[in-house]
């Protein structure tokens, strides 16, 4: 008996060992990501997964920085192929952390920042909508408050952001909101007042668009107006108020067949997405086929 306790410590004393380690090597690759090293924390989380291919937490990880590259590849570089190979790449990983873990709302958040980046709305408000049946968050509902302002339904993304306020999101995620608002509305006072508001008590708020980290913290409201009239993910939702305020908007620019390859990455994951839930129809997740326009 004494034996076998001994062996079921050890076993466990493994097992933390090995948790203790994995969250260390995630935590090495977020901040290199933070300081702009994609590819560092890349490696890193490449090498991590291949130690443990059955964590969720590593694969949802590895996907997001896969998608941060892609995003840099057609952002910045305009490049097409490296774009598409890591599109394809950190949906991949999304989809296998769904079929180690069903029930892992983070996946679902990250491909509707993705349909939302490709400009697909009624897909990421599915995507959104399922995150939050796994994990009904404050945020969870913030989040879908987001996409109906991007909807020009600001009635709505008023309500959705109060009642994600009233279940616990952090104040600064509604008032992110409230300034886009104000903004969609054309009331620049109020636009700016939150920006200040936000600048002083959350200011991290400001530093990203689609999980994309901005080059530099926006220090006026026009500043990250700027940043987000110009971002792909941002402007083409809200042309009127960019152009209000004599900026350009930034669609994304792709060939035809990289629309087709898009297509083709969607309806795979689709078909693997709704493999996984035939089987737990009791989460009530929506997986449903790609529409035009979203």
Known sequence: MTRRIFWLLAA?????????????????AESRSEAGDL????????????????????????????????????????????????????????????????????????????????????????????????RPSGVAYTNIAEIYVYLGQLGKAQAWNDLGLKKGAR???????DMLIAWKQGDLAEARQCFSELQATDPEMLRTINVARLPQAPRRFEDFAGYCCSSPACGPYM??????????V?????????????????????????KVYEQRKELEIQIEPSRPGG
């Open 239 to 248: 042309k009127d108020p960019c152009h209000a305020l004599a900026l350009d």
């Open 39 to 134: 590819e560092g924390a890349r490696v890193e989380l490449e090498r991590e997964r291949d130690l443990r291919p059955d964590s969720a937490d590593v694969r949802v990880a590895l996907g997001e920085v896969y998608y941060r590259v892609a995003r840099a590849a057609l952002d910045g570089e305009r490049d097409e192929a490296r774009y598409l190979a890591f599109l394809e790449k950190s949906v991949a990983e999304f989809v296998t952390a769904l079929e180690i873990n069903p029930r892992d709302e983070r996946p679902h958040f990250y491909l509707a920042v993705m349909d939302t980046y490709r400009g697909q709305l009624g897909q990421a408000m599915r995507g959104f909508n399922n995150a939050r049946r796994l």
């Open 171 to 177: 104040y600064g995620s509604g008032l992110f909101n």
């Open 12 to 28: 466990c004393l493994l097992w933390v060992a090995t948790g203790c380690a994995q969250q260390r090597a995630i935590a090495r």
């Open 250 to 274: 930034r669609e994304r620019e792709i060939s035809k067949e990289t629309v087709l390859k898009e297509l083709r990455i969607e309806m795979e994951k689709q078909r693997r997405l709704q």
